[in-house]
C-alpha cells in the first residue's frame, strides 16, 4: 500500500502537457487538476441529484494511470491510442491494495471511462470544467492560444448543470471571485 500512496505523490510532479502549445511555461500538475475538479465534480452531481461522493472520487482516481503512462493532450491522441495502456497501468497501480479497496477503485475507474452513467458523466464534465477553468486564467493572463479550450469544449459537456457552468465561464475572469470580496 505504501507503494501506491508513494506513487501517488507523482501527481504533484506531473504537469499537464496541453496548454505547453499555448506557451504556458508552468502548466499545473495532475494534482492540482484533480484537487479542484473533485470539488467541481461533487457540486455537479449535487445538482443533477447524482452520487456526488461516487462522483468525486471517480475524478480523484481518474488520472492516477497518467504517472506511468503520461499525460496525453489532443495532439498524442491523434496519434495513439492511450485506453488499453491506461487500463494496464490502472490495474497493476491497484494489485498492492486490499481485493476490496483495488476492486472498489477499478470499477470507478472503468465507469468514469465507459460514460454511461449520471456520475461518470458529472464526473467528466468536472474534468472538462477544471480544464477550461485553467484554461481561462491562462487566458486572461494573456495566453490567448489558450481560448482554443473555451471554443472546443461545450460539444463535449453532457449534464445541464456543466454546460450552465460552462457559459458562465467564458463571462468571467478568473480574477473576478477577489475582486468581489469587501474589505
Excluded at 121 to 139: F, G, I, P, S, V
Aim: with cysteine; aromatic share 12%; net charge positive.
Amino acid at each position: 500500500m505504501l507503494n501506491f500512496f508513494f506513487e501517488l505523490g507523482m501527481l504533484k510532479k506531473i504537469k499537464h502537457c496541453g496548454t505547453m502549445f499555448a506557451g504556458v511555461q508552468n502548466p499545473d500538475s495532475l494534482a492540482e487538476h484533480i484537487a479542484r475538479a473533485s470539488q467541481i465534480a461533487f457540486v455537479i452531481a449535487s445538482e443533477e441529484k447524482a452520487d456526488a461522493y461516487k462522483t468525486a472520487m471517480m475524478i480523484i482516481i481518474h488520472d492516477n494511470a497518467e504517472i506511468r503512462i503520461g499525460d496525453f493532450n489532443n495532439i498524442n491522441k491523434k496519434y495513439l491510442k492511450p485506453a488499453l495502456a491506461e487500463n494496464q497501468a490502472f490495474r497493476d497501480q491497484i494489485k498492492g491494495l486490499p481485493t476490496n479497496t483495488g476492486q472498489t477503485f477499478y470499477k470507478l475507474f472503468h465507469e468514469f471511462e465507459e460514460q454511461k452513467t449520471l456520475e461518470s458523466k458529472c464526473a467528466r464534465d468536472a474534468d472538462h470544467l477544471e480544464t477550461c477553468l485553467q484554461a481561462k486564467e491562462y487566458y486572461d493572463l494573456g495566453y490567448k492560444t489558450c481560448m482554443k479550450w473555451l471554443t472546443n469544449t461545450e460539444k463535449y459537456l453532457q449534464t445541464k448543470t456543466g454546460k450552465a457552468l460552462f457559459k458562465k465561464l467564458k463571462k468571467t475572469r478568473f480574477d473576478d471571485w477577489f475582486q468581489t470580496i469587501e474589505n
